[in-house]
Each structure stands twice: as structure tokens, then as C-alpha cells.
């Protein structure tokens, strides 16, 4: 099937054939990997397609990707970069000194880091919002934002924002609406169909799904925005490897079957945990007992692998993660093994202590990545490891 004959919704239909085609010399099923620097051009200054002279520039499998994930997103162009972090600041890069930048508290602890630790010292103000409350996205807007960044579902607390009202709110002050959609995967949400003017993946997690790469991608609804962003990946060179850029190819053309599983298995574990004595408290927007429930229900699909509980004490989270045997202790997310962390103390860790206890993520929190084992192994695992 030739991309350009490609006319459909189907999400596994689009994971497996979009942005790509046999290649033409041979009618390999799979884009190659083109493992070169540079390219050879017929003429001075006229390379292959007008755009073939170095790599940093563009490379046909880094292409191939981006057009699959742009397609699953429902975007205009993706652009893809060497880590998801790298992605964020391509868009921040945008901006100049002197621009303001509102953002939910609780995201993932290196992108607060890069705002805070890096970001700021160039003259970009940020504020800090539980945008949970639309509200408080709207009193935090100034004349000078022009950008609003949301996790959601956010990473640990699995906050949810209404994507459609933030967005509503950027855009009546001429700020574009960024979503980090790494937690939900676009299979179980879509954000640019909401109103987001950018979506951004970390395809480490779900997107990969095998724990083999480090990668980033940005999906955007603006063809001239995804210049300006092409121009700043240009400029400053955070790029993928075309072998990096294969494997998550690879990856996301099983997204729809592992997210099934996924999603699955998160809600068995979730309603496990919820009935147990020995947690506090369990964190999964895919449970009726989630204060945003019915914020879930209308603007995803499905909820994903992603669990946290709350087991009272750093001493009794130790004594969990420490004695699972099928989830792995380590950082990261979205593999089709189970990973378990303790969030204060890894992802986290370097928030600061108030912003983490404001934020509800305690020594006693314990996040969960539930992969795609037989669920009734993973349920016994915990019940073990919280025996």
C-alpha cells in the first residue's frame, strides 16, 4: 500500500502504513535506515529534493517517523528530537527573553528542572499552576504569555486538565497551548483535536515501547509554527539517530495492541489496589473514585498503564518496590515490562520538597508502570510485595 493511497481513520491502520511506502529500488516493507552524515549533491548548493545535504537537516528515516506519528496525532507536521525534553525546549526556544510562560506544577520533574534551572537564567518567566482549575490557568495569564504547558494525565499525580477550555483561554490571550501527551499515548487522547496547538512526546515511553531508545516528538496543528521549530532543531542540533528513529517506527506500529493491554491491565490494577488494606490511596483517572473521573470519560479514550498508590510511609514504600519481583525498579515508563519508582525520591527528586508535599507526591508514593504481562502475575506481585 503506497502512503499516498492511505485514506483512513483507523488508528491501526495508520500506526502500521502512514508516512511511509515500500521503498522504490527494492519494495522493502520497511524504510531503511539511512545511516549517513552527508549526501552527495548533483550541483553546488542544489541538494537531492532541496533539502538533502546534511543529516542534522534531514534524514528519510527520521522522516518517515515523523509523518506516522503526525498522522496518529492528527496534525499537520511532526518533527522529531533526541529525547523528549529536547522537544519541549525546541519550543521554548521560540520565545525570547522577556516572555512568560504559564505551566502546570506537577510535570515531570526534568521538564520543571529545564524551566526552572535553565530556562529562567535566559529571561523566560514561568509560573506555575494546578491547571486542574482553569481558573487558575486564567488568573496566571499576563499581556507577555505566550505559552501555556500542560501534562495530562501529569506525571505522578495523574491531574487532569479540560484541554479544550485551557485552550480556549491561551488562545484568547494570542498564547499557544502546548499538551505533553506522554502519559495517555495518542491512542487514548488526542489534544490537537481539542483545541492544543502543539503535542508533545516523550516516544521513550509508550510510542517506543520497548525500552530500547531515548526520543521526542512534536506534533503540531501550524505548518509555519512547525518552520519556526524546524528552523531552532536546525540551529541547535538536538536530532534522533536514523537508527533510533527506526526502532520507534517499529514501535509504533504495534501502539494500538499494546495500548489495549495496557489499558487493560492499568484498570485491574488499579481497582486491586483501590480494595487493598495496605494502600492509602490509589491514583488512576480510570476509576470512578478519580475527582476528574468524568473529565477522563469525555476527553480520552482509554487510561492507560500508568497507576500511582500512596502507602503511607517512605519505609513502607521501600519495602515495596524493593520486594516486587516482576516490576522492576527503575525510572521510566511505557515498556511492555512493568517499572515500579518511588517519585520523591527518583523522577522527582530534584522539585523541591514544598512544590512535591503541595503537590500531594509523598516518600510514600509509589508509581507504577504496568506493562503487558499476564495482569493476574502483576496482581499477584503486588500482593506479595505489600504482604
Request: proline content about 5%.
Amino acid at each position: 500500500m503506497a502512503d499516498d493511497t492511505l485514506h483512513s481513520d483507523g488508528f491501526g491502520t495508520l500506526a502500521i502504513h502512514a508516512g511511509q511506502s515500500p521503498e522504490p529500488s527494492t519494495g522493502a516493507i520497511m524504510p531503511p535506515i539511512f545511516q549517513t552524515s552527508t549526501y552527495v549533491q548533483p550541483a553546488i548548493a542544489e541538494p537531492l529534493g532541496g533539502i538533502y545535504d546534511y543529516a542534522r537537516v534531514a534524514n528519510p528515516t527520521r522522516e518517515a517517523l515523523e509523518r506516522n506519528l503526525a498522522a496518529l496525532e492528527g496534525g499537520a507536521e511532526g518533527l522529531a528530537f533526541s529525547s523528549g525534553l529536547a522537544a519541549i525546549e525546541a519550543v521554548l526556544k521560540t520565545l525570547s527573553a522577556g516572555d512568560h510562560v504559564v505551566s502546570e506544577e506537577n510535570t515531570y520533574g526534568g521538564t520543571t528542572r529545564m524551566f526552572t534551572r535553565v530556562l529562567e537564567r535566559l529571561g523566560i518567566a514561568f509560573t506555575f499552576v494546578d491547571s486542574r482549575d482553569p481558573e487558575a490557568v486564567a488568573a496566571a495569564m499576563r499581556p507577555d504569555t505566550r505559552l501555556v504547558h500542560v501534562e495530562t494525565p501529569t506525571n505522578p499525580m495523574m491531574r487532569l486538565c479540560d484541554i479544550a477550555a485551557i485552550g480556549d483561554i491561551a488562545h484568547a490571550q494570542g498564547a499557544r497551548l502546548m499538551v505533553d501527551n506522554t502519559f495517555a499515548s495518542p491512542y487514548n487522547q488526542r489534544p490537537l483535536a481539542l483545541g492544543a496547538d502543539v503535542v508533545i512526546h516523550s516516544t521513550t515511553k509508550y510510542i517506543n515501547g520497548h525500552s530500547d531508545i531515548i526520543g521526542g516528538v512534536l506534533v503540531v496543528a501550524d505548518p509555519a509554527f512547525a518552520d519556526e521549530v524546524r528552523f531552532v532543531r536546525k540551529s541547535t542540533g538536538a536530532v534522533p539517530g536514523p537508527m533510533d528513529a527506526w526502532l520507534c517506527l517499529r514501535g509504533a506500529k504495534t501502539l494500538h495492541v499494546r495500548m489495549r493491554q495496557h489499558n487493560a491491565a492499568g484498570l485491574a490494577v488499579a481497582r486491586f489496589l483501590e480494595d487493598h488494606a495496605k494502600v492509602d490511596r490509589v491514583f488512576y483517572p480510570g476509576l470512578p473514585s478519580h475527582p476528574q473521573h468524568d473529565l477522563a470519560v469525555r476527553q480520552m479514550t482509554g487510561f492507560t498503564g500508568m497507576v500511582s498508590m500512596d502507602v503511607g510511609t517512605l519505609e513502607r514504600a521501600r519495602a515495596v518496590v524493593e520486594h516486587t519481583r516482576l516490576f522492576q525498579l527503575a525510572e521510566s515508563l511505557g515498556g511492555v515490562e512493568s517499572l515500579v519508582s518511588v517519585p520523591a525520591l527518583m523522577t522527582h527528586a530534584s522539585v523541591p520538597a514544598e512544590l512535591r508535599a503541595r503537590m500531594g507526591v509523598t516518600d510514600g508514593l509509589v508509581r507504577l508502570s504496568v506493562g503487558i504481562e499476564e495482569v493476574e502475575d502483576l496482581i499477584a506481585d503486588l500482593e506479595q510485595a505489600l504482604g
